[in-house]
């Protein structure tokens, strides 16, 4: 497989959605989270309005709809916080499956240290540039 090649094809509806309420110290963090318009139910959502006490988001991209699902009609979205960027992050063909970052991607550098993740999901070493990247692969110029 193609260094940045990974399955598009998911059926889920939501990015990254904590559906319980019991949960402690959960940190979401270096994500890049892009939904399509057709089956979204948020981006980084909290299922339970008692979770959100719970949860560090930041450093994460988020990009399309939020929204909650009626299924869950406590849900709050946790992705529009300030530490978070909300921009199309900039892949070199997601359509395609490659979710390598383009050199302009504003997913560069933006992300923060994590003990222990040193390398990206090829292996690359992290952090390329100035800081870690956002998402699965670290750019390469």
Do not use: W
């Not at 559906?19 to 959960?26: K, L, Q, Y």
């Not at 930041?58 to 979205?77: A, I, Q, R």
């Not at 870690?132 to 110029?141: N, R």
């Amino acid at each position: 497989m193609a260094r940045g090649r990974a399955s598009t094809k998911g059926y889920g509806t939501s990015g990254i959605y904590i559906v319980t309420n019991r949960v402690e110290n959960i940190v979401i963090q270096n994500n890049i989270v892009m939904l399509d318009p057709e089956r979204v139910v948020g981006l980084i959502t909290a299922g339970h309005s008692s979770a959100v006490a719970e949860l560090t988001v930041n450093h994460n991209l988020v990009f399309g709809p939020t929204e909650c699902s009626n299924d869950y009609p406590n849900c709050v979205e946790v992705s529009g916080g300030p530490e978070n960027l909300s921009a199309d992050p900039r892949f070199v063909d997601a359509a395609g499956g490659d979710l390598t970052l383009l050199a302009d991607s504003p997913a560069i550098d933006q992300g923060v240290a994590i003990a222990g993740l040193v390398d990206d999901f090829d292996g690359l070493a992290r952090p390329q540039g100035a800081g870690v990247d956002l998402g699965a692969y670290e750019h390469s110029p």
